[in-house]
């Protein structure tokens, strides 16, 4: 992909009293997205074709960050938090457990201490409940939306829109999670109870030891997610959006409202930004007076890339809380959740607590690893993003956050920052989503 527009210059805004831009017609008003990933190219995609200026910026190309190694699970049901009473039950259980689904780097522990603590504070069902009821309206219709803009970008192949199994090893705990899928049903969300029978008539391979699960319906699958990203940023460019690639190291307000981004790559003046930079927002949005508690859950993934067996469906091990995801490159073992902040380096033992349980989940398996990678999950102590208006930089918007659901909840953020930037109003309730909420 090729830059369009690297020297692209601000229009004139009107600037009205107590600093508050007001923008000009769309064609008139230029507007910087900074981040690639999935959350910033559907920004980026949703703005162009709203007729604005945009400009698409990051250190990396498009989807190499966090968009590329997800499980790829357009998961419409994902708006509870993960973190809640349950959780918070058995970290002692998960953190003596070297094969379990959480660990944490404890030479880093006086860094993201802070941060942990502020997210006991909402390991609360009555907070999830709340939480639900703000993350449905991101969540609900993402496999609909992708498929739509997948197709419309030549790539219809990248989405399957396909039921995603969820297996478990006992009874006690399909029971427990059919009453979690009960309660997210009120918001609309499919689902079905599959006993063994039905089980190994979807994946002949599942283990033995798995006797019950769900199909969860409705959502679907990315089978490439990193190149789902790039497919929309070429559709964005195609449209007269301007790709550059660069690192962000100073944001500057205007005296007219405006912003100047000093880059790697060069300056850029606009009228409006985007911050959608994943892990890396709060760094960002500090550079213009914004404090914003972001952390980070490190996720893993391993590409089996000749597994030996066929898996049908996206199936997730529950109980591990990790996939064995089929796509385009082979097979990706992709979840569990490190805590170490941004700094610390990969731990290759988080992919091979994958590559040493798969067997059970599917037996007769190859676990020789291709690849292996890690990336960042932005994550806000609430389990919330945050999406909409700076609360101390009029013109700027966030977008970021989105921890666990990031690919999932990139198309209905992007209509929502499209809307604000056209001075709308989102048929959506902000305020869960503030950056001024803690």
Known sequence: MTETNSQAQPKKSQTVPHGKTTPAQPGETSVCVIGAGVVGVNCALAAIKEGFNVTLIDRLEPGEACSFGNAGILAEWSFVPTFGPEVLRNVPRYLLDPKGPLTIRWTRLPHILPWMIRMLGFASTAHQRRAAAAMHHLTIGCSESYAALAAEAGAPELVKRERILQVYESEAEFQKADKDLAFRATYGIQFEGLDRAALHDLEPALGPDFKWGHGLLGGGRATNPGRLTKVLAEAFVKRGGSLRKGEVWGLHRRADGGFRIDTTDGGLEVDRIVLAAGAFSHQLAGMLGEKIPLGTERGYHAILADPGVTVNHAVCWKDRAFYASPMEMGLRLAGTVELAGLEAPPDSARVKVMTDLVPRLLPGIKTEVASEWMGFRPTLPDSLPVVGPSAVAPGLL?????????????????????????????????????????
């Open 398 to 438: 966030h977008a970021f956050g989105h921890q666990h659901v990031g690919l999932t909840c990139g198309p209905a953020t992007g209509r929502i920052i499209a809307r604000l930037l056209k001075g709308e109003t989102p048929n959506v309730d902000l305020a869960p989503f503030r950056p001024d909420r803690f």
